[in-house]
RNA sequence: GGCCCCAUAGCCUAGUUGGAUAAGGCGCCAGCCUUCUAAGCUGGAGAUCCAGGGUUCGAGUCCCUGUAGGGUCACCA
């Protein structure tokens, strides 16, 4: 696959015979600008006594370069599209490298919510792109001992008017929310309650049998739900970690930095390691009885994955708010003497998630979890599918339903730089129209009609394309030849949403050309398109594949 | 208060190592279905890119100061 800033940059550079450094030689951007060339240098600006006709005339004398020009002091380059068409395939290439993407990461006291779904398909797509170039191994930290567990536990003894989701009629995962939430609700109204969820938690450490009997249901249930909603989204897991089985551990590890004298035992704080003086440069690793806290465990936990997976990288999808918290555990790492494990840590790092009223408190109710979300655009995929398709049932239309609602979701997740804080609002936020997850999805349908009915006018094939028939379908193979760019800075990037646009973009094209231009003309003129509306189906598959969409060849 | 993140049309966003006329969508206005799928397409109005300074031939992009918003400052996870 030619990655063509690589490819034409090394042209350019072995033309200029050459006289500037290679990594001097940058593509310009501004895409919206190049809709008659493919790329754009600004080498001659900053080089001024370099010979543009000498350098033209060795350019020229390339495969595939079609022209050279002089234009405002850019050097604008286009391609023999056609050639560079042909020789497009998907895929790129390979890296011997292995990367862990941990992420989703759920706790089992409460069901997922939107902020989940935006870890959980980011960890998702993040994999999906990453495994494009390296070996990717997918992994989950399941969340599922510790205070708030218990205060779920407690609460389904004490308040709960059911003994099961089933006899509730709710779902399991929300069933041990509502538990969960009930228990906030009663420590309003008696603070003190918190001290018979502590002591449970010590029962819980002590393996008391009946404490461990209801733990091991309650999370059942939590997780059924879960598994429900990875299964939903198609999403699996390589490795699954529980907090459970390595909460205790990594206390070796801080024993040792102790001996060693990097960590010091203060009086006041415990086992603490300091990077400076001040407090701030504090970060405590254990209690001072030695007992383990979370970053006891992280410890463990992020020499464990880069030991027993051999990693090269081991990533963290992990919310924006523990940007400090994952800044000092890499410091820590680096402090008590394994830095080769902090070298290959990586917080990939996301906004918030916010809605409307302000800020999810999972404690107080006010989340959506992801079954409401779910819900309410599957409804609303349906409904429009009925206004559609009106011949068919609405149980014929749920399955289709299901799959828009599905795109949608992932595509209004993915759309934004994950980064960025975005507010939720479920009334507006996810369109059906626009730049939208149905769109992408009506654009590949019609794509796939166009083929199938390209087929039936049973054309004679060619084994390469021969031309690009139109103005409007040059401008698309140039879009479509940037893909492999884009591919790889959105690996390098790690940024699954520059892929969303790009398609998007491709999309936008794509319809524009199909309401313009008539596409099933002549035998020859079909023979040429055929192959060209695949090659572009087979981008849109493979960007579908990142983000996790299953397409629908028809709807 | 310390540290971190962010600020682009009425609204939501993109803007990929600084480069040509700041891109797309929502909403608004005017059009396009007897012809390959109208969840679509065409045209229009709408932007002092938060403010001020600096670096540069060139800044939405880099640096400094300020302002607004968010996050975080636990022996919680």
New binding site residues.
């Given amino acids: 696959m030619f990655i063509l800033?690589e490819y034409i940059?090394n042209l350019i550079y072995e033309s200029l015979n050459k006289k500037i450094p290679l990594?001097t030689?940058?593509?310009?951007?501004?895409?919206?600008?190049?809709i008659n060339?493919d790329y754009?240098s600004?080498i001659f600006?900053?080089n001024k006594n370099l010979d543009f006709q000498d350098f033209k005339s060795r350019m020229t004398k390339n495969k595939g370069i079609a022209c050279v020009e002089q234009?405002?002091?850019?050097v604008?380059i286009c391609l023999d599209r056609v050639f560079f068409l042909n020789e497009f395939n998907i895929g790129i290439k390979k890296e011997k490298k292995k990367v862990m993407v941990e992420f989703s990461s759920p706790?089992t006291n409460k069901p997922l919510h939107i902020g989940h779904v935006r870890n959980t398909l980011l960890g998702n797509a993040l994999s999906n792109l990453l495994s494009k170039k390296y070996e990717v191994v997918r992994a989950n930290l399941i969340?599922d001992r510790?205070?708030?567990i218990c205060k779920s536990m407690l609460a389904y003894m004490k308040f709960s008017k059911f003994k099961s989701p089933e006899e509730a009629k709710t779902k399991s995962d929300l069933f041990v929310g509502d538990c969960y939430v009930l228990f906030n609700n009663a420590e309003k109204e008696n603070p003190k309650i918190i001290e018979e969820a502590e002591a449970l938690l010590l029962k819980w450490e002590a393996k008391d049998p009946d404490t461990l009997v209801l733990w091991t249901k309650m999370n059942d249930w939590a997780l059924k739900g879960m598994k429900k909603i990875y299964n939903e989204f198609g999403i699996d897991f390589d490795v699954w970690f529980f907090?459970s089985e390595i909460y205790d551990k990594g206390k070796d590890i801080i024993f040792d930095a102790y001996n060693k004298g990097k960590v010091e035992l203060d009086t006041?704080?415990?086992y603490t390691v300091k990077f400076g003086d001040k407090p701030?440069d504090y970060k405590?690793v254990l209690?001072?009885?030695g007992t383990c806290?979370?970053?006891t465990q992280d410890i463990y936990l992020a020499k464990l994955k880069i030991e027993k997976y051999k990693l090269d990288k081991s990533i963290y999808v992990v919310g924006?708010?523990?940007?400090?918290?994952f800044d000092k555990l890499i410091k820590v790492l680096e402090h008590i003497g394994i830095p080769e494990i902090a070298d290959k840590m990586e917080h990939y790092s996301y906004?918030?998630i916010s809605l409307p009223s302000g800020?999810l408190k999972s404690r107080e109710g006010n989340v959506v979890d992801a079954y409401t979300l779910i819900d309410a655009i599957r409804q609303e995929?349906l409904e429009?599918?009925k206004e559609?398709q009106s011949n068919k049932s609405s149980e014929d239309l749920k399955g289709?339903a299901k799959q828009?609602a599905d795109a949608a979701i992932k595509y209004f997740i993915l759309?934004?730089?994950a980064?960025?804080?975005?507010?939720f609002d479920i009334k507006?936020s996810l369109?059906?129209?626009?730049?939208?997850g149905?769109?992408i999805l009506?654009s590949y349908?019609?794509i796939?009609?166009?083929l199938k009915?390209m087929q039936e006018t049973k054309f004679k094939p060619l084994k390469s394309i021969e031309k690009l028939e139109t103005k409007e379908e040059l401008n698309l193979g140039r879009i479509m030849l940037k893909y492999p760019d884009?591919l790889s800075?959105?690996i390098e990037?790690e940024?699954v949403?520059?892929l969303v646009?790009?398609i998007?973009d491709l999309a936008?094209h794509f319809?524009?050309t199909?309401?313009?231009?008539?596409?099933?003309t002549k035998d020859k003129e079909i023979a040429n398109r055929f192959l060209f509306y695949t090659k572009m189906k087979s981008i849109f598959n493979d960007v579908f594949a990142i983000m996790g969409i299953k397409p629908l060849?028809?709807?």
């Fill in positions: 800033k940059s990594d030689i940058q593509r310009t951007t501004s895409d919206s600008k190049l060339y754009a600004s600006i900053s234009v405002n002091d850019f604008n706790n969340n510790g205070i708030h907090e006041e704080l415990g701030e405590v209690r001072k009885n806290i979370y970053i924006s708010e523990q940007n400090d918290y906004g918030m800020k995929a429009i599918l559609k289709e828009i759309k934004y730089d980064k960025k804080d975005f507010v507006t369109s059906f129209d626009g730049n939208s149905p769109y009506y349908a019609r796939c009609s166009l009915k884009r800075e959105a990037k940024s949403h520059f646009n790009y998007t936008n319809n524009t199909y309401a313009n231009i008539k596409l099933i060849e028809r709807m």
